[in-house]
């Protein structure tokens, strides 16, 4: 456990299964736990709507053949959040008395996948939403949606002239579009462009801001940040454009605050900075209009409300009125026009939109229910490991846990030196594992033990005792910032929410990988090193879901072990509790994969035949069980990649 956290204080006997969960904290009124102990999904913009039975959701799902694990994207969270971005910035605008616009954009690379930004587009149509793009692919996924009139389009990243061109192109067909300078090399290619093309564009200039912000992306700020231009290149910048005449193409200002920015007090020294820098270019005679402030309108993943790198000290109307407010001020203290203000937050669009749903496949426990009878030929020690429970009392559970340990140990010499065999080792282990499972039930009742006094040993191995659950699903497919940059996205069971959880665990994911577990945890009380889970029913799926992945994880995941994508649905909740199912991608199958990395499945069918067949005529192999084989390959190269009933 972290930050003081002990077992027991999961399993206090007056704690609330939703308050272990930490669900009123992070589920912002999105997920609520129902009557009947299921998790339910609420509809934002109609509170009082009947909550949709997430399990039933499942269950629904796996009736019309779409299996865990599924990808399940929910368009009321989706219209909310870019509701509420566009109307918190307008309200600041009004109580502040700001007299320029919010215009805001989607940075496409958060989230490329067809179904979410078609949606963003459309929600985003009354408050004349645009997009962001980074590359040539992601400026065609742009210039294939009819935006409105007024929706910007921000074409940040490296440029070639076939990038400009087409930027260009789409100015001319009346698209709002900012062709924002990277580097001092870009505004040669673009004022050669220009000039073949005979199209004046609208210029942006990225900025670097010397201001850091902390966090996990906080590399992305500051002197050291990979894009944007230096102070002395923006004073290149600007002299060149000056010399030809171009200086009225600049009209907007990008200066990137950074990502998932936990303080607000960051937000607001680093938008002071660039409105600062707006004001100079202004003063050299830049007509700029537009100020892109970027990314870094965080998510609360553990609804902690502080400064940190998985959560954020401050709410999106305060985020919003700081920003208002801090520009505003720059502005009338220069006798400015207020700028229109831009920001690319795609992460707080597009995150709570989306959660990965799937089943656990089995448990491996490091404890045991299981009591080990004495006999007369154990070995001594293993009968000194016996008659701990005699005296395993609340006052000697130190006492225990070290003569646990020490016996254990000497049985385990005394099997590596081959004086006592595998059979008395492995009743020497069961007994083990009995005995911490009696150890952990004194501990669990908080009422009754206090925890402060055992050793930190003992609390690390308890820690250790938490049992693995082996899950379907990819943690590198579909979850790679848990791996890759340590992101905590909240998780917790779909169902028996009105039980007590009698376990805690970490989760193993399908791939062959020691990487591929999740052990950190959001609950109500601080973050864990262990999930507390309900012991497995036979005859019944146990779901866990993972909340708050539409950001990034689609679009990083990679085929780790050739785990493809997961299926994915996208509802829409109804105010009777049902829901309508508004689109369907089946997951990857093997063939997919396969081909991905340059395998012909065509031809390793034909290959597998002809191996086969070379069975058949050597006799190990009748004409029937040919048949049987060929058929399970390609049922096995046509199937879904992950585990399926």
């Not at 207020?338 to 656990?360: D, K, W, Y």
């Not at 609340?394 to 005394?414: A, I």
Request: charged residues 25%; negative net charge.
């Amino acid at each position: 456990m972290s930050a003081g956290i002990t077992i027991s204080d999961y399993f206090d006997k007056d704690l609330l299964t939703e308050d272990i969960y930490g669900i009123s904290r992070w589920g912002d009124g999105l997920i609520t736990i129902l009557e009947n102990g299921h998790i339910g999904l609420c509809q934002p913009e109609k509170p009082d709507s009947i909550p949709t039975d997430l399990t039933e959701i499942i269950k629904n799902l796996d009736q019309r053949g779409i299996t865990a694990p599924v990808l399940l994207r929910v368009t009321n969270f989706l219209r909310s959040r870019i509701d509420q971005i566009n109307i918190s910035f307008n309200a600041a605008i009004d109580e502040l008395a700001y007299k320029g616009k919010y215009r805001g954009v989607f940075p496409v690379k958060v989230n490329q996948q067809a179904p979410v930004v078609d949606r963003i587009v459309e929600f985003g149509r009354p408050y004349d939403f645009g997009l962001e793009v980074g590359s040539k692919a992601e400026l065609l996924i742009a210039l294939s949606h009819n935006l409105s009139k007024e929706a910007a389009i921000i074409c940040n990243g490296i440029k070639d002239s076939e990038f400009v061109r087409l930027a260009l192109m789409a100015q001319k067909l009346g698209y709002n579009c900012f062709l924002v300078l990277e580097s001092p090399r870009e505004l040669d290619l673009v004022l050669d462009v220009a000039k073949e093309t005979d199209i004046i564009p609208q210029l942006g200039i990225r900025v670097k801001l010397t201001y850091t912000v902390s966090g996990n992306w906080a590399k992305s700020s500051g002197d050291r940040s990979t894009f944007g231009l230096s102070i002395p290149q923006v004073m290149d910048v600007v002299e060149k454009l000056r010399q030809h005449n171009a200086l009225d193409w600049l009209v907007l200002q990008h200066s990137h605050l950074g990502s998932q920015v936990p303080n607000i007090i960051e937000i607001r020294h680093a938008t002071q900075e660039a409105a600062r820098f707006f004001v100079e270019l202004q003063r050299e005679g830049a007509p700029l209009t537009h100020l892109d402030l970027g990314g870094g309108l965080g998510v609360d993943y553990t609804g902690e409300h502080v400064a940190s790198a998985n959560s954020v000290n401050y709410s999106l109307s305060e985020y919003c009125l700081n920003i208002i407010e801090t520009v505003k001020d720059m502005m009338d203290s220069h006798d400015l026009p207020h700028p229109v203000i831009v920001t690319e937050s795609g992460r707080a669009c597009v995150a709570q939109s989306s959660m990965l749903l799937f089943n656990v496949l089995e448990a491996t426990h490091f404890d045991s229910t299981l009591k080990v009878d004495a006999a007369d030929d154990d070995h001594p020690l293993l009968t000194k490991m016996l008659e701990i429970e005699t005296y395993l009392t609340h006052e000697r559970l130190q006492e225990c846990w070290n003569d646990l340990q020490y016996y254990r140990d000497e049985v385990r010499s005394l099997f590596q030196s081959n004086q006592i065999n595998l059979a008395m080792t492995a009743k020497s282990e069961r007994t083990y594992l009995y005995l911490m499972n009696r150890i952990k039930n004194l501990l669990l009742p908080a009422h009754q033990c206090d925890t402060t006094s055992i050793g930190e040993d003992m609390v690390n191995a308890l820690e250790q005792a938490a049992d693995i659950f082996h899950c379907n699903f990819s943690l590198f497919q579909s979850l790679p910032d848990i791996w890759a940059i340590d992101q905590i996205h909240p998780i917790a069971p779909l169902q028996r929410l009105n039980e007590k959880p009698q376990r805690e665990a970490i989760l193993s994911d399908i791939t062959c990988d020691s990487d591929g577990k999740i052990d950190r945890f959001v609950l109500e009380k601080g973050v864990s090193n262990a999930l507390p889970v309900h012991d497995l029913m036979a005859g019944e799926e146990y779901y866990l879901g993972v909340f708050f992945v539409g950001a990034y994880q689609e679009t990083l995941g990679d085929l780790h072990n050739l785990f493809g994508d997961t299926n994915v649905v996208t509802i829409e909740l109804k105010p009777d509790g049902s829901f309508e199912m508004m689109h369907e991608q089946e997951g990857d199958t093997v063939s997919e994969v396969l081909s991905y990395v340059e395998y012909d499945p065509r031809r390793m069918v034909d290959t597998f035949k002809v191996i086969v067949e070379n069975a058949v005529r050597a006799g190990r192999v009748s004409a029937a069980e040919r048949k049987e084989m060929i058929s399970t390959f390609k049922d096995s190269i046509q199937g879904y990649t992950y585990f399926e009933h």
